[in-house]
């Protein structure tokens, strides 16, 4: 079982950078990926970014392709979000999750993939 933790989530102004952090621990030497979701009130839970393990390989939402970075921190089982030019339709709780598919040649966007999930951090897009 994995823990997933996010923090870095806040108000922001727009056109302005946000960097969220994810930090995963427990039996993580099973971890392939880890994902980044978005969930706007009312509605689906979307894909934002994820990052394959193996190869640091990533993938993007056509909504944050260009503004959005997904990378590893000081540790390989802690990866950043960072959103650039934010927008206020970028508002939303960000959720981190952990895939430990095995072999997992590619990250994906789809949340069904994912068996380890945080709680959630709200971000806040607003003048």
């Known amino acids: 079982q994995l823990q997933v933790v996010e923090s870095g989530g806040g108000l922001v102004q727009p056109g302005k950078s946000l960097r969220l952090a994810c930090t995963v621990s427990g039996r993580t030497f099973d971890l392939s990926a880890i994902g980044w979701f978005r969930r706007y009130p009312g509605k689906e839970r979307e894909g934002v970014g994820c990052r394959n393990r193996l190869d640091g390989t990533t993938y993007y939402a056509d909504s944050v392709r260009g503004r959005a970075t997904v990378f590893r921190g000081e540790s390989e089982n802690t990866v950043h979000l960072e959103l650039n030019n934010l927008k206020p339709e970028d508002t939303a709780v960000y959720y981190c999750?952990?895939?430990?598919?095995?072999?997992?040649?590619?990250?994906?966007?789809?949340?069904?993939?994912?068996?380890?999930w945080g709680e959630g951090t709200q971000v806040t897009v607003s003048s």
């Open positions: 999750a952990a895939d430990t598919t095995p072999f997992r040649r590619r990250c994906t966007l789809g949340g069904e993939h994912y068996q380890s």
